[in-house]
């Protein structure tokens, strides 16, 4: 878990996007993180310029977890973007309130399960 946080840490930091946690795990994602998964589904039914910063985002993300997760070289094998951003569409029409960020660690989780 601490790999992640680092992970995350460093994806953002790389961005420019403010993040940190305390002694307890406890962190704020700032940006594009907290943009709402009804936000997402408005943007990918549009096919707007900030759907491809989404996409763009959530790639990043994965790859940032493929990089920092020791052992871990592709999260999303066997798996195509247009496979995940449905998974993602899906999650997002199905919780509209949630964050881009607990959809990106959602996707991980299912990813996770699925090569178990």
């Not at 992970?7 to 996007?17: D, Q, S, W």
């Not at 999650?91 to 996770?112: E, G, R, T, V």
Request: proline share 2%; hydrophobic share 40%.
């Amino acid at each position: 878990m601490k790999k992640l946080i680092l992970a995350i840490f460093v994806m953002l930091t790389i961005t420019g996007e403010a993040w940190a946690y305390d002694a307890r795990g406890k962190y704020s994602v700032k940006g594009t993180g907290l943009k709402s998964c009804g936000a997402w589904v408005k943007n990918r039914k549009k096919d707007s310029s900030s759907s491809r910063v989404d996409t763009a985002w959530m790639n990043g993300f994965l790859s940032a977890y493929n990089r920092f997760v020791p052992g871990e070289k592709d999260v999303a094998r066997g798996v195509d973007m247009e496979g995940w951003l449905a998974w993602i569409d899906n999650y997002c029409h199905d919780h509209p309130l949630k964050n881009y960020f607990k959809a990106a660690m959602s996707l991980i989780k299912h990813l996770n399960n699925r090569q178990r």
